[in-house]
C-alpha cells in the first residue's frame, strides 16, 4: 500500500446544535473546476468518487477527501486544493446555493445508469423514504439542539449568535462583519475577523456523528504533524494569540470548528508546516467536551436515519447498470487528467 501522504479526510459541513452548517462556500471561490454528481444514492456516486481521488492520488496529486456527514463513511466529494479542481456528490451536500465567478462545471447525471421501469415501479417507496429522511433530519437538529446543546454552554461564555453570523469563521470577504449589536463577542472573534480578511483561512470538521457514537478523523488527520496541546481555562486566549501572530507569517492557515458548535475552533493547522495547535487532546473526545453518551432516542433516530438510507439505496442498486458506470468513470478521470494537464 502506497504511503498516505497527499490524502486528508475531513468534513466540510455538519450537523450542529444551531443546524446544519456547510462551509463549502468558503472553499469553492479558489476552484476552476467542479465535477457535479447527480442522481440517487446507490448509483455509484460515493465508489465514484474514491477510486478515481485513489487514481489522482496514485499519480501524485494531492486529494482532500470530504466525508459525507449524513453518513460518515461515505465519499461526499474530494478538493485538489493545489489545482483548484473538486468534485461533489450533489445528494450528499446542502443545497448547491452559491456563486463562484469563473468556476467551470461539468454535471453527470447518474440516474441515466438507471432502469426507469424499475425505478418508475418503485416511485411512490422513493418518495416516502426521502420524505422519512427530510424529517429525520429535523428531528436530528432539535434533538442536538436540546440534549447537547448545554454542552455548548458549558464549554464557553460568549453570547449566543445568530446561524448566519458565524461569516468571520467561514472567511467570506463579502461578510466579514461583527454585529454591533452582540456587546460581548467571544474573545477571539475580533482578533479572528482582522486575520481573516489578510489570510488564507480554511475551516473545516474533524467529527462526524454516527449511531455508535462520534467518528474522530483527528488521529489520521494529524499522523505526520508535530502537536503543541493546549490545557486549562486559558486555551482560547492562547489560540487567539497564535492566529495573531500567525498573521504574520503569511501562511496558510487551517482551523477546525467544534462539530456541535460551529463558533469555536478546537484546532488551528498549519499545514505548510506540519503543525498543530489543540485544545487538549486530538484523539480524546473527552477534551472536545464529546465523551457524553449519546441518549437512547438521538441513537434510535440516527440508527433509523441508517436503516431509512440503506433502503432507499437498495432500491436503486437494483435499477443501476454499473458496467456504465464503470464505463463513466473512465471518461470522468479521462477528463480530469486532460484538465489538468492542460492547467500544467
Given at each position: 500500500m502506497r504511503n498516505k501522504t497527499g490524502v486528508r479526510h475531513y468534513f466540510a459541513e455538519g450537523l450542529t446544535t444551531r443546524g446544519y452548517i456547510s462551509l463549502l462556500p468558503n472553499m469553492m471561490p479558489s476552484w476552476k473546476r467542479a465535477y457535479i454528481l447527480l442522481g440517487g444514492p446507490g448509483t455509484g456516486k460515493s465508489t465514484l468518487i474514491k477510486i478515481v481521488g485513489l487514481e489522482l492520488l496514485d499519480r501524485g496529486y494531492d486529494i482532500d477527501f470530504l466525508r459525507s456527514v449524513r453518513d460518515p463513511d461515505s465519499m461526499a466529494g474530494f478538493i485538489m486544493p493545489r489545482m483548484g479542481l473538486g468534485m461533489l456528490d450533489a445528494m450528499e451536500v446542502s443545497p448547491l446555493r452559491w456563486q463562484a465567478p469563473g468556476v467551470v462545471e461539468k454535471f453527470t447525471d447518474f440516474s441515466l445508469f438507471c432502469d426507469e421501469v424499475k425505478l418508475e415501479k418503485q416511485r411512490s417507496s422513493i418518495i416516502e423514504i426521502e420524505k422519512r429522511l427530510q424529517e429525520l433530519q429535523m428531528?436530528?437538529?432539535?434533538?442536538?439542539?436540546?440534549?447537547?446543546?448545554?454542552?455548548?454552554?458549558?464549554?464557553?461564555?460568549?453570547p449566543p449568535l445568530d446561524k448566519g453570523n458565524i461569516s468571520w469563521i467561514l472567511g467570506n470577504s463579502a461578510q466579514l462583519k461583527v454585529k454591533k449589536e452582540n456587546t460581548g463577542p467571544w474573545p477571539l472573534a475580533e482578533n479572528a475577523l482582522k486575520l481573516l480578511q489578510k489570510s488564507v483561512v480554511n475551516p473545516f470538521f474533524l467529527h462526524g456523528l454516527t449511531a455508535e457514537g462520534w467518528l474522530n478523523l483527528s488521529p489520521h488527520f494529524l499522523t505526520d504533524f508535530d502537536q503543541i496541546r493546549l490545557e486549562g481555562d486559558e486555551t482560547l486566549d492562547a489560540l487567539d494569540w497564535v492566529l495573531r501572530e500567525a498573521q504574520q507569517l503569511g501562511q496558510l492557515i487551517e482551523i477546525v470548528l467544534h462539530p456541535l458548535n460551529p463558533d469555536e475552533v478546537i484546532g488551528i493547522v498549519f499545514p505548510e508546516r506540519r503543525l498543530a495547535i489543540w485544545q487538549g487532546n486530538p484523539e480524546n473526545l473527552q477534551d472536545q467536551g464529546l465523551e457524553r453518551p449519546l441518549s437512547k432516542t438521538l441513537i434510535e433516530t440516527l440508527a433509523s436515519w441508517q436503516m431509512n438510507r440503506a433502503q432507499l439505496k437498495a432500491i436503486y442498486m437494483e435499477a443501476v447498470n454499473f458496467d456504465q458506470v464503470d464505463s463513466c468513470r473512465e471518461t470522468i478521470l479521462n477528463q480530469i487528467l486532460c484538465d489538468l494537464n492542460s492547467k500544467s
Open positions: 428531528t436530528l437538529e432539535e434533538e442536538l439542539a436540546s440534549e447537547l446543546g448545554s454542552l455548548i454552554g458549558s464549554r464557553t461564555t460568549k
